[in-house]
Nanobody, 125 residues
Framework: QVQLVESGGGLVQAGGSLSLSCAAS????????MAWFRQAPGKEREFVAA???????YYADSVKGRFTISRDNAVSTMYLQMNSLKPEDTAVYYCASRSLYSGGDYMETYTYAYWGQGTQVTVSS
């Protein structure tokens, strides 16, 4: 029912910037909490940032001050602006969406019902 499509990944040198987008289908985008997760080779998927239906934002300690999450309800799109990128940011980045009226810890993968297929971000040193 809800489909998510990420875009904007690519290759960038350390210290550079990238902006990711997540386009969502459906008619209730503004009511859903959404998030970005990432997964590096050989590691578990980890929380990056989340934004609530009321525009509250939450960040992993590793990206605070460098990444900014936002959403544009008029076009049903979520964004992740990534600045001062480090090699350890290299991963596949996934867009996630909760079902309507769901709750829980924003950093837990199981609280999200829908996932995109991911976009690769590679940061060279």
């Amino acid at each position: 029912q809800v489909q998510l499509v990420e875009s904007g990944g690519g290759l960038v040198q350390a210290g550079g910037s990238l902006s990711l987008s997540c386009a969502a289908s459906g008619r209730t985008f503004s009511s859903r909490a959404m998030a970005w997760f990432r997964q590096a080779p050989g590691k578990e998927r980890e929380f990056v940032a989340a934004i609530s239906g009321r525009d509250g934002t939450y960040y992993a300690d590793s990206v605070k001050g460098r990444f900014t999450i936002s959403r544009d309800n008029a076009v049903s799109t979520m964004y992740l602006q990534m600045n001062s990128l480090k090699p350890e940011d290299t991963a596949v980045y996934y867009c996630a969406s909760r079902s309507l009226y769901s709750g829980g810890d924003y950093m837990e993968t199981y609280t999200y019902a829908y996932w995109g297929q991911g976009t690769q971000v590679t940061v060279s040193s």
